[in-house]
Structure formats: C-alpha cells, structure tokens
C-alpha cells in the first residue's frame, strides 16, 4: 500500500477523563488538514497529547505504564474521587479511543469499543487493575484518601477485536507530535526528533546502528585508558567473584536513540532555535515514506519562535508535502488559520466543537489569500464589535470608557478592524453563534447599507447581530471648491461636539469648521488619538452609543 494511495486516517477521537476532559468529549476528524482553535485552558494540546499517546504508547517521550500519575486525570474527577474514596467508591479511569477510517483493517475492527459500535479502533484505558481489590481495601480502610493510587492501576493498549496491542509499529498509523513551545529531551537528546527518524528507519537500518554500536562498545573497552580504569577498579574491589568494569550502556531496546544525537550543520539539534528545530522535525514527519503506514502529524502552535516570513514559507511546505499525510494543527495565529484554510478550521468553546463548514467558498478564497485578518479574534472572543478603520476602533474603545469607566476588552468584547470586509466577517460569527455589533459610516446612502445588510436588518434581524450606522444623512458646503463628505465618523464627532471643544482635544486654534474638518479628514489617526487621550468632556454620535450599549 503506498502511503500517497493510502486512505487510512483518523475519523474521530474519544477523550475521557484525561487532563482537562471530565467525562466524555468527542472529536471529528477529516483527512488531509484540520485546525484546532480555542481560548486557552480548553484542551487544545491535550487532544494532540492524546491521540499520540493512544497511537504510540508514549507520553512526554516515555511509555505511559512507566509515567502513571494522577497528574493525568482530570482535577475535579481527582477531587470527587477524594471526597467519596472512604465510601467504597471505584477510583477514576481515562479512556482514549481513536477511531480510524479508510482501507479494512479486520485485525482492529471489532466492538470493543465504548460505543459498542463495529469499527477499526485503537483504545487505551488506564484504570484500575481488580486483581489489586484486596489491598485497595485496606488503603482505604484508614480514610483521609488523598490522591488517585496509580500504584494499583494498569494500561490496557487494545484494538477494536479485543486484542492486546504491545507495540506502536503494529498500529497502522505513524504518529508525530511536534511541539516547538517546550523542550523535552533524554540524556541530552531530543526526544521526539529521535522517535521521527525512527519512523523513517527500516528493520534492517536498526539492527546496523544496534551492531555498529557493539563494535564501538568492543573498542571503547580495548582502549589502554578504559582498560587502565577497570583494572583499577577490579583491583580496590572485593566485592565479588564477578567482574566490575565501566562500560557503554546498550541494554535498553532502542538504546541507539538515546545514544546518538542529531546534527545540523555540526551543532547539536537541540542547541538550534526552537523554530528550526520545529521546521526540520515537521519536513521529516512530511517526507516520510514508509509505505505499509499511514501518517499522522500533530503540529502544537507552529507560530512560535518563527518569523513572519518563516511562518509563510513553513505554512506553504505544509501545503505543499500533505499528500498522504493527516495533520492536526493547533493555533492562536489568525495569518496561520487563513492561510491553512479556515474551511479545515474546529472551534474548540465549552466543551463543544464547532466546525467552520459551509463557508462561502469565495470567502474561504478571501481569508486564505489575503490571510492579514484577525479572524481568530473574532472566533476566540466573547462578543465583537467589528469597524472599519483605526480611527473608528479607538473612537468607540474612548465611548465605551466615558460611559462604563473601563475598556472594552476587560468587559471581554473586542474591538477588531475589518476594513470593508464587514460581510465576510458577520459570515463566520453565524456559523459559530457569535455576538457580534457593526459600526459603520452610512458616507450619505443608508439605502445601500440598508441593502448590503439586509439579511441581518429589519424582519431578518439576527438577535446576535447588530448593526449600527446613522439613519440621518448630513450636508454642509463644499469645502476647498469639492464636495465633503459629512456622513464620516470625524464630521459626526464635529456635529454633536463643537469647534470649541475639539480645537481644545487637537491643540488647534481653526477658525471655521470646514478648517477643522479638512485637518480632521488629513490626519485620522492622529485626531483619534487626541480623542482618546483627552481629559475634556467629549460626546459621540448616537449610532455609536447604540453599539456600545
């Protein structure tokens, strides 16, 4: 079967109890590219950790049966277990299922599974082990129950038929997790760098390395030093009848993993930047190419520590290299989101998953080319109010402080820029249930406003979508022998302030209005600023008010 014709793949993720999980959370898949989004805290890491630890047995670059800690379970299922232990209580499981689609694998597919469905599944519990019953008993025969006690529990690694799974190479699915905000290593050597290029190894490269390392063994010890120390050391013991000498550690399985230590260019991989390293460990997952396994790349937060032009280069590889490949991709970057496609997009929020399907495709085409949007402000926020322009954004962020004594964002409702693209914008909040305010200039046609936005005004009205603009169109003279546009946020804050006060805000001393209006129209930012700074008694026209109400 050759991977790029592969059709093997994760359809759906199972999470029970594990980490920031209480009780069940289900996860769709698709093939190809998934992104995963979501405020902090809601489990976005967790679901990368496990599914990795459900493919390959391993958590933190160890096997779980030797990292057995309550620290894997989820707190308020560790308190309640704490508070009912001396009942009798069954302590706590996790359960992990992963659930597979594409090509029959019949020794995986079974109804073992939590579901009692007939799928392919790879399934880890850890729970507690019956055998143990007897001296559970007399630890909570004392009371004041403490902790979860892992010491009598066991990992139970299995396919969907029942069947016991005692290797990662025997699950169909190759497992990368990529993770460039923290470092983990094993005697020096990253660990998970090392488990990559395992995966590209064949059989018969493993047993070379492991023979090329017990020749070097034989040599080291053939080396007058060494041979002086252990002679050293057999001379002050007499401890037993055996030999003690000093020798290289080649007793674990894998030992070569932790033995050797990748290179880039003559420096040790782990003393390049944290974005290289990020880079090189994804282009490997990508390239490789053993064909009797599907591959699966999980990719925690790939903007971190890389460069715009970096990440725009990084985002394209993955693109480019996914043929055959199924990435789960976690971020808080917008430009990563759009340019990844935000049609690939799940909103993690409340233990729900929202995907962001059923976009117009012009505006998936939008995003993705034009990716500078902070859309994932709007998907990640509480409650948006979404303007047009700089000068707009800090005029309604100064409202909403004259009028509540605080900012916006500490309310939990941002204020995002958006240019012109209002509608594309108010497409995403409805797919995600998003409250959502529009403020904008009517620039003297409420009758096109009026039907640019007739889906969300009127009997259309959407009660999570507000549109704000001034229903009154201004005229005043022509100013430098033009006509002015008086249906812009800066003539608006002239109307229901005055020449007086503004001169005052600007530090200006303007005679006329239309001197005013013409300063105001050239240095927007600037004035907004002032606006914002001032410690004069200001007002805002109506249609703002409405917004931030």
């Not at 093939?31 to 890491?45: A, F, H, P, R, Y």
């Not at 033995?259 to 290289?276: N, T, W």
């Not at 282009?283 to 190419?289: D, I, R």
């Not at 430009?335 to 998936?364: C, H, M, Q, W």
């Amino acid at each position: 079967m050759n991977s790029k014709d592969s059709t093997i793949y994760i359809k759906e993720v199972n999470i029970e109890n594990f980490k920031c999980f209480k009780g069940k959370f289900n996860l769709k898949l698709k093939q190809g590219l998934n992104i995963l989004v979501g405020d902090n805290e809601t489990g976005k890491s967790t679901i990368l950790e496990a599914i990795h630890l459900a493919l390959t047995g391993l958590i933190n670059g160890h096997y779980i049966k030797n990292e057995l800690s309550q620290n894997l379970f989820n707190n308020e299922v560790v308190a309640e277990y704490i508070k009912t232990a001396g009942t009798g209580a069954i302590p706590p499981y996790i359960l992990i299922e992963v659930f597979i689609a594409g090509d029959e694998l019949p020794s995986f597919e079974g109804d073992g599974n939590s579901e009692k469905k007939k799928e392919c599944c790879v399934s880890m519990k850890i729970a507690f082990n019956d055998k143990y019953k007897g001296e559970y008993a007399e630890f909570i025969k004392g009371g004041n129950v403490k902790n979860i006690p892992t010491e009598y529990y066991e990992v139970e690694w299995n396919d969907c038929a029942r069947g016991p799974i005692t290797k990662s190479t025997s699950v169909p699915i190759k497992s990368a997790l990529i993770d460039s905000s923290s470092y983990r290593y094993q005697n020096g050597s990253d660990i998970y760098i090392s488990y990559i290029l395992r995966n590209h190894l064949e059989n018969e490269d493993m047993v070379g390395i492991s023979q090329t390392l017990r020749k070097m063994q034989e040599f080291f010890l053939s080396e007058t030093p060494i041979v002086n120390i252990n002679t050293k050391i057999k001379n002050a013991t007499n401890i037993s009848k055996k030999e003690l000498k000093l020798s290289v550690d080649l007793t674990p399985k894998n030992a070569w993993e932790s033995s050797l230590m990748a290179y880039l260019d003559d420096v040790p991989f782990q003393q390049i930047g944290k974005g290289e390293q990020c880079i090189i460990k994804t282009k490997l997952a990508l390239s490789n190419g053993k064909s009797q396994y599907a591959n699966l790349i999980l990719l925690e937060e790939p903007e971190n520590h890389l460069s715009h032009t970096k990440l725009n280069q990084f985002i394209n590889d993955i693109k480019d290299d996914c043929e055959g490949k199924q990435i789960v991709v976690t971020t808080h970057s917008s430009f990563v989101a759009n340019k990844l496609g935000l049609e690939s997009l799940t909103l993690l929020k409340e233990r729900k998953t929202i995907p962001l399907t059923e976009l117009s495709p012009d505006t998936y085409k939008f995003f993705e080319k034009i990716p500078g949007y902070d859309t994932l402000r709007l998907v990640l926020c509480k409650k948006a109010i979404l303007v047009e322009g700089d000068s707009d954004e800090l005029a309604v962020q100064k409202a909403y402080l004259v009028s509540y004594k605080k900012l916006p964002i500490e309310d939990g409702l941002d204020v995002i820029s958006v240019g012109t693209s209002f509608l594309r914008f108010l497409e995403i909040a409805e797919k995600i249930d998003q409250q959502v305010i529009v403020v904008t200039d009517n620039d003297g046609d409420v009758n096109s406003l009026n039907k640019k936005y007739e889906n969300y005004l009127g009997s259309k009205t959407k009660s999570k979508i507000k549109i704000c603009f001034s229903a009154t169109v201004d005229t005043g003279p022509m100013i430098n022998g033009s006509t002015f546009n008086y249906n812009t946020l800066e003539p608006k804050l002239l109307k229901v302030n005055s020449l007086e006060i503004l001169n005052k805000v600007f530090g200006k001393q303007f005679k006329t209005d239309s001197e005013l209006l013409t300063y105001m129209k050239g240095n927007k930012t600037e004035c907004a600023l002032a606006i914002f700074d001032t410690k004069e008694s200001i007002k805002f026209p109506q249609y703002i008010l409405n917004a931030i109400s």
